[in-house]
């Protein structure tokens, strides 16, 4: 019988594997580059004066506060606008990195300043430099206590990788929804689809809310 | 930069984005009115004894939790298609955030509940109150105070994620903005003010959650 559509076959499984490579490759870039961005930004609005942070806050609320398609398609029309188009790649993990850096900001603000003044005070009285009192007293005791919270935007990030997918990037999601429309078999694919992304996500945040259990206590 | 912008096109459309913009809230709306009906309910399966309801609920949460909302939406668009259910853009926008949004609130509401010592009720029943008195004057209002701000973040993420809208080809903000782009080729335009519109829209519900606060709670959040 000659059909329009062709089943799902083995032969397919090269297509899925890229589009699973490509989905974990953006939200490894994103994860890494927000985090970093993140920290550094994070640590400024903790140290500055109010003025800055107003200024500061402002800039990353427009990147919360617009949708995450909107971003994506309006940063690469833009760049393509200037003359310049970038790979959806390209474009997709620098507006994808900028995203996460606006919560992973936040998450890592409330971590520093959850660190008492008076600790250091106390590490300054012991004779430690500014930077050794940010190395060896912020930083570990302000990353510790946020770490469940990172966990929780790192996840949300993977799962947000999936609309990268509107400016043209073969992630996951994209390459399912080719094959559906080529083999009509949508259930089959989006059921492993979500396999996949439940696999990652779900252990990972009853990881999370077990290590929030084993802090609060 | 030899890129000229022309936004004639873009005002003269306005009354169609603005349409999108009220589709987008309509649809936020409802999704929060029935994700909140189904997650009470969720909550108390969870939080009974009997095996099967609380299995249910904690299905339920994880999918929702642990899966792109993206995801939810094909499922809905094209998953359901395999039974035979046929969902308009729209109503698979509707169902997606709905899920999402009981799965969330479910969690809120069932931490809420529980943070909430026992020995509060105790003390209410023990000052004559009954049951119902003391849940409508001591539990329910401590609640409320409780999951209100992550209910005002549940409802700005299901306006920002029923943009998503777009891939399935439903006509709320952002689908209306693709459609009229596409007709122009003035993409750049036409997204900027979407974008604006989102800003606004956000910024208005955070504002009037905040009024509604400072009027529920007189001030002590």
Known sequence: ?217 | MDYEFHWNVVFQNMPQLLNGAFVTLHVSVLAMLLGVVIAILLAIAKMNNTKFFSQVATVWVEIARNTPALFQIYMAYFGLGAFGIHLSPYLAVLSALVFINAGYLTETFRGGFQSIPSTQYSASKSLGMTSIQSYRYIILPQMLRRIYHPMTNQFVWSILMSSLGILVGMSELSGTTQRLQSLSFRTLEFFIVAAVMYFIITKLVLFGSSLLARRLFKGEI
Request: aromatic letters at 10%; proline letters at 4%.
């Open chain 1, 1 to 217: 019988m000659n059909s329009l559509f062709t089943p799902l076959s083995w032969s397919d499984s090269g297509l899925i594997l890229t589009g699973v490579w490509n989905t974990v490759i953006i939200s490894v870039v994103a994860i890494v580059v927000g985090t970093l961005l993140g920290l550094i930004v994070g640590f400024l609005r903790a140290e500055s004066n109010k003025a800055v942070n107003v200024l500061f806050g402002s800039v990353l609320d427009v990147l919360r506060s617009v949708p995450l398609i909107i971003q994506l398609i309006l940063f690469s029309t833009f760049v393509g606008a200037m003359g310049n188009p970038l790979a959806p790649f390209v474009a997709g993990s620098i507006v994808l990195s900028l995203y996460t850096m606006a919560f992973m900001s936040e998450v890592f603000r409330s971590g520093f300043e959850s660190v008492s003044p008076s600790m250091q005070t106390a590490a300054r009285s012991l004779g430690m430099t500014k930077w050794q009192t940010i190395y060896h007293i912020r930083l570990p005791i302000g990353l510790r206590a946020v770490f469940p919270s990172w966990l929780g935007v790192a996840l949300s990030v993977i799962k947000d990788s999936a609309l990268v997918s509107v400016i043209g990037y073969m992630e996951l999601l994209r390459t399912s929804e080719q094959l559906i429309s080529r083999t009509q078999q949508p259930l089959e694919i989006l059921i492993g689809v979500g396999i996949f992304y439940f696999i990652i996500s779900y252990p990972l945040s009853h990881y999370g809310r077990y290590v929030e259990r084993k802090m609060a206590i």
